[in-house]
């Protein structure tokens, strides 16, 4: 990864939920629950419709008829770098769900308010609206596989809540379950990080997973997430 990247503004870095989206078409979506964490370098976004099936497993994909795997697959999340210049915010992911797009992601943006941001697509095919979630300071990680697997992940740490990002650049559902991006919540600083949202839908039920304290982390150290271990690529 490019060592030239500069970090966003501190006015953007934070976590942010979208109250809606208003498409030139007409069509309106008030109800997808959206989710943007954003590091001073990174993003880790999450989209997961109300309507998305229940599956108790990756095994279940292949027995779900294929209307429910469309709705799977309506799903969305993407993880990379953020580049932010004047009012022009474009989103960069390295990995993605249901695989990586080949179109432009970057909007105009504009800040009604310090906890109140509008994104206009540069394009003008869209209208959303944000709203910033109270949490604490923003640490961002970009970590590589030491299972010689090819994945990447990206880690991103608010005070009591955390997203996380995992997957090989490649991976497209429905051919493989996907990467994963789950969101995830403890009680207190002592306390278990529980998945409290994911678009691996099984991890929803109650799964705990163990995060690293980033605090004095270094690039170049290896750290466990979950069962695994990785290598600290960047920090930011």
Known sequence: MSNSISPVPKS????????????SDGRVDLTTSVWWFQSALFHIDLRIPQDRPRVDGPAALASLPP?????????????????VEKDRCEWRPEIAFP???DELDAGLMRFDTPDNLHES?????????WLRVVSGPVTGVRLDSLDHSGKV?????????AAWACGIADAQFPATAGSEFSL???AHAAGPW????????????GATMMLPSLADSQPGQVISVGSERWRIDKIG
């Open 121 to 129: 697509g540069i394009d003008a095919s869209y209208q959303e609206d």
């Open 99 to 101: 695989a990586i797009s």
């Open 67 to 83: 209307a429910q795997l469309t709705r799977f697959g309506a799903q969305t999340g993407f993880a990379g770098v953020t580049v």
């Open 194 to 205: 529980r998945i409290v949202a994911s678009n691996h839908g099984w991890l929803e039920h």
């Open 12 to 23: 953007y870095q934070g976590i942010w939920r979208r109250t809606g989206i208003f498409r």
């Open 153 to 161: 992940a990206y880690l991103i740490i608010s005070g009591q809540q």
């Open 184 to 186: 995830l919540r403890r």
